[in-house]
């Protein structure tokens, strides 16, 4: 698997840097969790965007973005998620509220999950527009069947999001801690590829470090 994940990381940084159109950046996020009951938990978040590279050299601050999620949980592997998002970007304030339905598969250490969701952007003096996600991931602990505390686990991500007019595709591979019961953490790569139906293809790269924490 580490051999896997050096070849991704080569191919990927090839592919990359040989495009144009290409920014990279940090996305560090924070997300808050609590059991409200046996099927409902409230998730909270905090994330940044800042672009230590484009076309022009800079290095921006892009923008933040504040989250607040309802999860219902129906079984054991299905749950639906009801949540709001407030984005600030440069001058501009985005609402997104978004659906999303999410099923979990366990093969012995190896665990699939896939998520549908359902976008809707709301911003002033524009038209309120929508988007469709599929996500699928897969997740293995380094040693053994689970993942305890004090372990490492890898998680692998492809994503597809769709507005109507244009395709972006996303991979994400992640390695992960768990620091204990109650937080965990991720670092790894977040590489999209976006218009890819109507051209010229753009090429992000965001190094993204999440901190998971259970209240």
């Known amino acids: 698997m580490k051999t896997y994940l050096l070849i991704f990381f080569f191919f990927t940084s090839l592919i990359v840097f040989s495009q144009k159109n290409f920014d990279a950046g940090f996305l560090p996020k924070v997300v808050l969790s609590k059991k409200l009951s046996n099927q409902i938990k409230w998730v909270n978040s905090l994330e940044s965007r800042t672009i230590?590279?484009?076309?022009?050299?800079?290095?921006?601050?892009s923008l933040v973005d504040i989250s607040s999620i309802l999860s219902f949980k129906t079984d054991l592997n299905q749950s639906f998620n009801f949540g709001y998002i407030l984005r600030f970007r440069n001058e501009e304030t985005i609402h997104r509220t978004f659906q999303h339905y999410n099923f979990v598969n366990q093969f012995s250490s190896l665990k699939m999950g896939q998520r549908f969701a359902f976008e809707q952007f709301y911003q002033s003096n524009k038209q309120t527009t929508f988007r469709t996600r599929?996500?699928?991931?897969?997740?293995k602990p380094l040693n053994g069947e689970k993942t305890d505390v004090k372990e490492f686990y890898i998680k692998l991500g492809n994503e597809y999001l769709y507005d109507f007019e244009d395709l972006e595709i996303r991979l994400t591979p992640y390695l992960g801690y768990r620091a204990s019961k109650k937080d965990r953490i991720e670092f790894g790569l977040d590489y999209r590829i976006g218009n890819t139906?109507?051209?010229?293809?753009?090429?992000?790269i965001w190094f993204r470090v999440t901190w998971y924490i259970s209240l």
């Open 52 to 61: 230590f590279y484009d076309e022009e050299y800079q290095f921006t601050h």
């Open 134 to 139: 599929y996500r699928v991931s897969f997740e």
């Open 197 to 204: 139906i109507n051209n010229p293809i753009e090429n992000d």
